[in-house]
Structure formats: C-alpha cells, structure tokens
C-alpha cells in the first residue's frame, strides 16, 4: 500500500532487534506497567496535501481505487463520500497512515493492561490560505507553548488559540511529571476520547462508524 501514500520509512523485521510486526508486538510484548497517550491530527495528510496544491488534483477514480484496495469492512464508500472529492482522500489517507493506526495501538494496549489516554487534535488551522486544517504537525506547537514564534505560526497562523495551547501543553506537562493526565482513561466501552479544539473537551466514541470500517485492518 507504499503507493496509495503509505511511508517508506518503516522498521524493518530483522530478525533480531525486531522479529515481527511492531503492531503483533504490542499484543504480545508490551509492558503493562507503562502508561501511555496516544492519537493524532484528524487530518494528517493535509500537510502532504495542502500546501502543494495537490488536494485540489486528486480524481474520483483515485478515491474509489483507493477504497477499493483498503478491502475495508461495511461501505467506506458511503462513508467517506460525503465530502468533496479531494476532502475524501484526505480523510482515507489521514486514517490510513495516522488515525486508525493510533486508534488500533490504543486498543491493543487496552487489552494489554496498560494505562491509556487517546485523544484526536481537531483544530482547524488557518494556514495555506485557511486550508491547512488540523494537519500532521500543527499540534507540535502547542504541545511544546511555541505557536508565537515565527516557525510555528507558518502553521498556525497569527493568533492561535490560547486556551488550546494551555489545555495541550498544560496536559503534556503534568503526564511527564506525573503519568497522569486530565480526562478519562480509555476502555472499550465507551471510548472516551479528548477533542483538543476552540473548545476542548472529552467525547465518547468519536466518529464510530469511520472505526468501525477500520477494525479488522491488519496494521
């Protein structure tokens, strides 16, 4: 699937340091004493998309093989088209290689025994023109308090949100401190997942029909 998008730069199986799917390895081999946050942008893939103009290129014809391939459960097809058809790819792409992934090793970790907190960045940058969206790295700088400096507003503009820097930053702070942070830890039967946004706050089950196609993919 490298050609739908998919990174190159993955770990290899060598058979020594890593014997098999880093993925199967956390069903198998991850300590249960570590706890652990987890999640993503909600649309990553607008930082490869975005900016170069791609987004505005892609074809039905893309969007349906793209489906196609995924093999997913249900009817993605219906699922994700309900957007333009360059928002649509984002979406596929962004699950793809980010979101579902995330979502996946925080199940697997769940089951393991561990301690998790997942949560989805949903703030729209206004970047690129106001397209850029909550796109891979755009969180990096509120994590880290640095959206003021002239790096970081390439990304996220001239006034990004104070009280998502805070609910952000504040949350990273006090898990490396403490190994807690401030919203309900995940379980299964609810899903309990923070939305970091204008207005961030904890959901429960965000987006469960996107997760259910995506629950028997083999990451």
């Known amino acids: 699937m490298i050609s739908w998008g998919g990174t190159a730069f993955l770990p290899v199986i060598d058979r020594d340091l890593i014997t098999g799917s880093p993925m199967q390895s956390l069903v198998n081999n991850a300590d ?3 706890p652990i946050v987890v999640g993503s942008t909600d649309q990553e893939a607008r930082l490869y998309l975005v900016p170069n103009g791609a987004i505005n290129k892609i074809t039905q014809d893309q969007v349906s093989l793209f489906i196609h391939d995924l093999s997913l459960n249900g009817h993605p097809a219906e699922v994700y088209g309900n957007k333009s058809i360059g928002e649509s790819y ?3 792409q962004s699950d793809y290689t980010f979101r579902m992934p ?3 090793i925080a199940e697997h970790l769940v089951n393991n025994g561990n301690t998790v907190w997942h949560y989805n960045f949903s703030w729209f940058s206004p970047a690129f023109g106001g397209r850029l969206g909550p796109a891979h790295f755009v969180d990096v700088p ?3 308090n640095t959206t ?3 790096q970081a507003k390439v990304m996220v503009g001239e006034n990004p949100p104070k009280s998502l820097v805070q609910a ?3 949350n990273w702070i006090r898990f490396a401190k403490s190994d807690r ?5 995940y379980h299964l039967d609810t899903r309990p ?3 970091f946004d204008m207005k961030s706050q904890q959901v429960d089950d965000p987006e469960a029909s996107i997760r259910e196609l995506w629950s028997d993919y083999p990451f």
């Open 142 to 144: 509120f994590t880290f």
């Open 148 to 150: 003021l400096s002239n």
């Open 181 to 185: 942070v401030d919203w309900t830890p």
């Open 90 to 92: 984002v979406n596929l």
């Open 102 to 104: 995330a979502l996946h």
């Open 168 to 170: 952000i930053h504040d």
């Open 193 to 195: 997942t923070m939305r």
């Open 32 to 34: 249960p004493s570590i």
